[in-house]
């Protein structure tokens, strides 16, 4: 009875076919580079679930999972849901009853920086370690051991980078795309794409040009 109480509660995909009749459907906004992992997903497979009591939504992706608070607007107005077809035409799906925002919890990006800072010092302390080891000859003289050339301009990976992102806007609030590529000594191309997913750049005012982190990834909010 006890396993019974405690087992996850099984999730089935959603036919999104039956929308039609169902007048309840929720609309939900979250991150840019959430809903690009959902975009990945096979067709047919479940994507998390919500537990509306709590307004807690648990996205898994194979490797790492994410928790998002899920913040619920009751203020709906004759909101529908479509879906457009290959020749243009459109389909009503449902009228939208509830619309929420999910955003990450600040615990959780706090997390993701300090694990950066932990993999960052080990990197460092490895790195020492490589550039002092010496041979030492027979006559006491200092032989340096043949070390491969340490290449600090390798190109990241999306959430490597993303990381980092994350650790320097700790440092202060806004950035340049320019200021970004020399801290992280990743191309500017690199650092926009990034930027794009986690980022706002401002249009006005004295920091225009320059690049703050959305609200949602921001632990100020």
């Known amino acids: 009875q006890e396993d019974k109480a405690n087992k996850e509660p099984e999730l089935h995909p959603v036919d999104i076919s039956r929308l039609a009749n169902y007048t309840g459907a929720w609309l939900l ?52 849901a479509f879906s457009r077809s290959e020749d243009g035409s459109l389909t009503w799906l449902a009228n939208i009853s509830n619309q929420a925002v ?7 990006i ?14 460092q ?6 550039n002092s080891r010496i041979l030492v ?11 491969q050339p340490i290449r600090t301009h390798d190109k990241m990976d999306d959430d490597t980078l993303r990381r980092k992102l994350f650790l320097l806007f700790e440092e202060q609030e806004y950035w340049s795309v320019n200021e970004l590529s020399n801290r992280t000594h990743q191309s500017q191309p690199l650092i926009r794409s990034v930027l794009a ?16 982190l959305k609200p949602e990834y921001n632990l100020t909010h």
């Open 110 to 123: 706090q997390h993701i920086v300090e694990n950066l800072v932990e993999t960052t010092k080990r990197t």
């Open 197 to 212: 997913q986690i980022s706002d750049k401002e249009s006005t005012g004295p920091n225009k040009g320059l690049y703050a």
């Open 137 to 147: 000859g027979q006559h006491g003289s200092a032989v340096a051991t043949n070390i």
């Open 29 to 80: 906004k979250m991150p840019e580079d959430l809903a690009k992992n959902l975009k990945k997903t096979k067709k047919g497979a479940v994507l998390g679930s919500i537990d509306e009591k709590k307004g807690i939504i648990q996205y898994t992706n194979g490797r790492s999972s994410s928790v998002h608070r899920l913040h619920i607007n009751n203020d709906v107005k004759n909101t529908k």
């Open 102 to 108: 999910l955003k990450m919890e600040p615990d959780q």
């Open 125 to 130: 302390k490895k790195t020492e370690l490589d």
